[in-house]
């Protein structure tokens, strides 16, 4: 019989060419990106990804394999410490605090960046999973990193403490919002700021 449609099986849905296309990754990070965002760790879940980036749900645990790793890579991307830690290390110790103070403000001071970013904290203050994720990402991808260029003591400490001062002004700016660091001038927070983390990092 000709021009009968063949009946549909069920099962997992077929993936077109703009599931696999170069751009779905990063269809799903940013869908990933705006339901932790809008939903927290604890409501998002992989298949809501999908649904939000458009693809199937299989493509989110090939890309990724758990939420946890999605979470990570959510992370990674509003951090993107492979171009931006270069920039803070290569030019030398000399002006090191003011780099990575300028660099943390302007990630929370873009408002696309900042909605991610307050999911993250809020989730890694209220669920330990989200927390060991951020973590194991900021000692791995990022202090890691900035101590094995520290000629000092303690270079990891040193970059910890560094890390927990630009966290703390993180969430007492942006999530509890006190005042009046909530409405300082992010330049006035850097000049305040810079000197500290130099002498973190460097004794100087």
């Not at 705006?34 to 990804?49: I, L, P």
């Not at 270079?155 to 509890?176: K, T």
């Amino acid at each position: 019989m000709t021009g009968a449609t063949t009946p549909r099986r069920r099962g997992r849905p077929s993936r077109t060419a703009a599931d696999e296309g170069p751009g779905a990754r990063e269809r799903i990070l940013d869908a990933a990106r705006t339901e932790f965002a809008e939903r927290g760790y604890d409501r998002t879940s992989m298949r809501g990804v999908a649904r939000a980036a458009g693809v199937d749900p299989a493509l989110v645990h090939h890309y990724f394999g758990t939420k946890d790793e999605v979470f990570a890579a959510a992370i990674e991307v509003s951090f993107e410490p492979a171009l931006v830690v270069p920039v803070i290390l290569g030019q030398g110790p000399d002006g090191i605090g003011e780099r990575l103070a300028r660099y943390f403000i302007g990630v929370w001071e873009n408002p696309d960046s900042r909605a991610p970013m307050l999911a993250i904290i809020r989730s890694a203050l209220t669920h330990e999973e989200a927390a060991k994720v951020l973590r194991g990402f900021v000692l791995r991808r990022l202090l890691e990193r900035i101590a094995a260029d520290l000629a000092v003591p303690n270079p990891q400490f040193r970059a910890e403490l560094a890390a927990a001062h630009m966290i703390g002004i993180a969430i007492m700016r942006y999530v509890i919002q006190v005042e009046p660091l909530a409405s300082a001038d992010p330049e006035e927070i850097v000049t305040m700021v810079a000197p500290t983390l130099q002498r973190y990092l460097t004794d100087s």
